[in-house]
């Protein structure tokens, strides 16, 4: 396995999961927001959810960037529909989800990320939940989340 994409909706902990995995595995994190085209993250900014269209590229990128990985690559990425994980297909998978209370209340903590909390209904709205896919609920603490991710892929 050379890429693993840590999936779910604003507020689920993609990252902060998706680092401290890479942290102890010796992987390397990329943060899929961070290859949005500036239209995507205007888009986002201003409370206006992506469509199909807008995100296609972005998939793209990220499933050129899974293809040429040459170590493990962990990538956060929301991932919410099938159709972006048929692109996306070479890499593994972990669903990270929780209540939309708590996805909520994470998301307005946060001061530093330009998805405002206004877009998380649309992202639950539009998340297809993967079917044979390894899913933790966000209820346990990160290392717990990433030992059991370890455990699961013999990391």
């Known amino acids: 396995m050379k890429a693993i ?6 507020g689920s902990g993609k990252t902060t999961v998706g680092q401290l995995l890479a942290s102890e595995t010796g992987g390397t ?4 927001d961070n290859f949005h085209p500036p239209e995507n993250v205007a888009k986002m900014s201003s ?5 199909d269209q807008d995100r296609q590229g972005w998939l793209e990128t990220l499933a050129r960037i ?8 962990i990538i956060a990425c929301s991932a919410l529909k099938a159709s972006y994980r048929r692109i996306l297909a070479e890499a ?14 994470r998301i307005n ?4 990320h ?18 044979n896919t390894f899913t933790l609920d966000i209820k346990k603490p990160p290392r717990e989340l990433v030992s059991g991710i370890r455990h699961h892929f013999g990391l």
């Open 5 to 10: 994409i840590v999936m779910g909706v604003s």
């Open 29 to 32: 994190f990329l943060d899929g």
């Open 47 to 51: 409370g206006t959810p992506l469509t």
């Open 66 to 73: 899974v293809h040429e990985a040459d170590s493990l690559t």
């Open 92 to 105: 593994e998978f972990v669903f990270l989800t929780g209540s939309a209370d708590l996805l909520a209340e």
């Open 109 to 112: 903590q946060r001061t530093d």
């Open 114 to 131: 330009y998805m405002p909390p206004g877009l998380l209904q649309s992202q639950l709205e539009a998340l297809e939940v993967p079917e």
